[in-house]
């Protein structure tokens, strides 16, 4: 039992480690992409090649003045930023971002825990995610914070209908919730049995819309139109609180990477796994840069939806697609049962 | 071990509870009902009942409770807390209504038996999704249908009455 605990929280500490570590290299990288694709060079002053950029900008946030509005609500403001940022952090112990290793004799599992609704699990922190930005606008008390807050909850329960439906085709192909058997539920055909080539192509492209409009990017940044809503929910928010909530916007971006991989690109599987375990880290890592590098191309590239359009597109299109997306699997298992072999 | 989680995550569940109750500001109250929801999920996940717990979180206090705080928000106009005085008679309904709350609640702990702390793993299988799913779909189909047609008909109904005061 010990022993247990004490590898969950081994676990726990590495992964938090490296993912705080990855959220404040994502906003150099961020800056990085953006400058090359706007032809500018981005941050170089900082370290060599502007490398130690994200540790000046940590630095900066921590000795900013802290400022509370004389009308906000105290508690709820200083709340918000933390109940935004634990729910994507929380959302990493159930992904598998390897297969087993070998460590000084022992086999151990590459994932912090394993749960039986790990899917569901991802789901119901997702739903979770909205109070910070809610409660952060409301308790700013200044109608833009809460212009920007009311947006955003109604455009991520909007969207996470979509979500939760893009994801049912993967689910159905696999037969379970369980996360590590989705993975393992994609290997062989050389990778091409990976759902986003077998027969969920449609659902990925719903569930990475709908990923882009839950973690607010571009072209969904709504809740932070900086045209119309000065900063949306943390326009009052100031030094480490306005860190926390840029912390929880770049954790989310890595989360739905993850994910994405996860259900949608084999998660760790790749040629090689069987033989060196220590391989699938890598394949998860690159998939997961991939994919993110995906969300920053996109936020450089296209310009930012109008509101009403933007609940069009979710309830017209992306719900319907998902749902029909959905009967086309649901139909196939029906009629050819073991067609997805499970 | 079991037991000092079950009697952290009760406390902190009837805790939220009274402090729904307590609360004059309802966004508050709303707060505390989502920790509510959060304590007894942890409680279904003690009991096995990871399906269930997966759901008390994104049916509740996923959808629900935004929509609740989404119209508090809205409607956040401080000087209309003396509506409340309106319904005095209600007070007098309330009494009877928590007894029966009550004898009912505790008419069940008595037909219930001991409840096992580290659940059973006969327990794991009952709350499994497949389990969970193959019912509703086989001996309680019709019920389950029969809640969709409502829920349907509800939403029709809601989208009905929003439409006639826009036109």
């Known amino acids: ?342 | 071990m079991e037991k000092a989680l079950f009697i952290i995550l009760a406390v902190a569940a009837v805790a939220a509870a009274l402090n729904i109750l307590v609360q004059r500001n309802p966004l508050y109250s709303a707060v505390s009902l989502i920790g509510t929801l959060a304590a007894v999920s942890a409680l279904y996940i003690m009991l096995r009942a990871q399906f269930i717990a997966a759901m008390q979180i994104i049916v509740y206090a996923g959808a629900i409770m935004v929509l609740f705080v989404f119209v508090i928000m809205l409607l956040n106009a401080p000087g209309q807390q003396h509506a409340v005085d309106k319904h005095q008679w209600l007070r007098y309904l309330a009494a009877p209504f928590a007894a029966a709350m009550l004898g009912e609640a505790l008419y069940i702990f008595k037909s219930v038996p001991a409840i096992q702390m580290p659940a059973s793993p006969a327990a794991a299988a009952i709350g499994s999704t497949e389990s969970i799913g193959v019912s509703l779909f086989t001996t309680y189909l019709l019920p389950f249908e029969v809640t969709s047609v409502l829920i349907l008909m509800a939403v029709v109904g809601a989208i009905v009455l929003a439409r006639r005061e826009g036109d």
């Open chain 1, 1 to 342: 039992m010990t022993d247990l605990f004490l590898g969950w929280i081994i676990k726990i500490v590495v992964i938090f480690g490296i993912l705080m570590t990855a959220v404040a290299y994502l906003s150099y990288m961020e800056r990085k992409v953006m400058g090359w694709i706007q032809l500018r060079v981005g941050p170089n002053r900082v370290g060599p090649r502007g490398l130690l950029q994200p540790l000046a900008d940590g630095l900066k946030f921590i000795f900013k003045e802290d400022v509370i509005p004389r009308d906000a609500n105290r508690l709820l403001f200083a709340v918000a930023p933390a109940l935004f940022l634990v729910p994507a952090l929380m959302t990493f112990i159930v992904i598998p971002y390897g297969s087993q290793v070998t460590v000084f004799g022992r086999t151990i599992n590459l994932e912090v825990t394993r749960l039986d609704v790990g899917l569901l699990y991802l789901l119901a922190l997702g739903s979770l995610s909205v109070y910070g930005i809610v409660l952060a606008g409301w308790s700013s008390n200044n109608k833009y914070s809460l212009i920007g807050s009311l947006r955003s909850s109604a455009q991520m329960i909007s969207y996470e209908l979509a979500l939760g439906l893009s994801i049912v085709g993967v689910l159905i192909q696999s037969g379970s919730l369980d996360l590590v058997r989705i993975v393992q539920a994609q290997g062989g055909w050389h990778g091409l049995k990976w759902n986003v080539f077998a027969f969920q192509e449609l659902g990925f492209v719903i569930f990475y819309i709908a990923a882009l409009a839950e973690t607010n990017r571009v072209p969904f940044d709504l809740p932070e139109a900086e045209g119309e809503l000065v900063a949306g929910y943390h326009t009052e928010y100031s030094s480490m609180k306005m860190a926390m909530f840029l912390m929880a916007e770049e954790a989310n971006v890595i989360t739905s990477s993850s994910v994405a991989v996860t259900l949608f690109f084999g998660g760790w599987m790749g040629p090689g796994v069987g033989r060196y375990p220590w391989l699938s880290l890598f394949y998860f890592l690159g998939k997961v840069f991939v994919i993110v590098f995906l969300f920053l191309w996109i936020r450089f590239t296209l310009p930012r939806f109008r509101y009403d359009q933007l609940m069009d597109f979710g309830w017209k299109i992306l719900l319907p697609a998902a749902i029909i997306n959905v009967v086309i699997t649901a139909t196939i298992a029906m009629f050819f049962p073991g067609f997805f072999g499970s």
